[in-house]
């Protein structure tokens, strides 16, 4: 019921304001249930800083902003001041945050996260990316490795426009040489809502590669859109099954 209430707190306010919202991706979003893949438990932090010279309204100004997350609410924040923040959208992959036009240029965010079932660490600096930053031509992530025993690799695939059949082509091909060994079409999944963007993700494990890929074999992973005029974004997270660490993989052009 929260995230009904804020998405239409955030429909009412939208259309009655006179400037637009920026629409941001937040690629990792851990939500209500921070268990993980081999007993692992995850924590993560927003951190919003309002570098403007006005109050930024947490309730108007940014949504879906949970203002009750921890403690007393937090409604509004003040110039030059950064706080933690916590989104209605409860447990899914990935949110979409909107920040009004006037105040983007002038709001910073950063997006960390953490595993916290061995000593904590300092985490992992997730991206953060604007309708600006989305891809429309074809990307490669680089230095992709089948996952083994030492690591297990994840790539995930986001439509924020969440377009009703879209889909991604998603190539292997071996580093060293440009051979494709994979070539597949991804359906994108619809999300519940204009807080989730389009989502898919493909485990680059053995049923990805051909029989008998040798797990020290490096690729290139290429994502590249079906459609006219299609826009996404993606990435590969990769952990390390021993001490539960793990690093990003971002586009290249």
Do not use: H, K
């Amino acid at each position: 019921m929260r995230v009904v209430a804020a998405a239409l707190l955030f429909l009412a306010t939208s259309a009655a304001a006179q400037d637009g919202f920026t629409r941001i991706l937040l690629p990792v979003w851990i939500g209500e249930d921070p268990r993980g893949a081999n007993g692992t438990t995850w924590q993560q932090l927003l951190t919003l800083l309002n570098d403007s010279d006005e109050p930024l309204s947490l309730v108007n100004d940014v949504a879906p902003v949970r203002t009750c997350a921890v403690g007393p609410c937090l409604t509004e924040l003040p110039p030059g001041i950064a706080e933690n923040i916590s989104l209605e959208v409860g447990s899914i992959p990935a949110a979409l945050l909107y920040v009004r036009d006037r105040f983007a240029p002038r709001t910073a965010l950063a997006l960390r996260i953490y595993e916290q079932s061995r000593a904590a660490g300092p985490g992992v600096q997730i991206p953060i990316v604007t309708d600006r930053e989305l891809l429309s031509q074809p990307a490669n992530l680089l230095v992709v490795q089948m996952s083994g025993g030492a690591t297990r690799s994840l790539l995930r695939l986001y439509d924020p426009d969440a377009v009703a059949g879209a889909a991604l082509r998603v190539q292997a091909l071996d580093l060293d040489s440009g051979a494709v060994v994979t070539d597949r079409l991804v359906p994108m999944t619809l999300p519940a809502n204009r807080f989730q963007p389009g989502y898919a993700q493909v485990p680059l494990d053995a049923s990805f590669f051909p029989p008998n890929t040798d797990p020290r074999r490096r690729f290139r992973i290429r994502v590249a859109p079906v459609a006219a005029g299609q826009r996404f974004w993606a990435m590969v997270s990769v952990t390390d099954n021993a001490t539960n660490e793990f690093t990003v993989i971002t586009p290249e052009p």
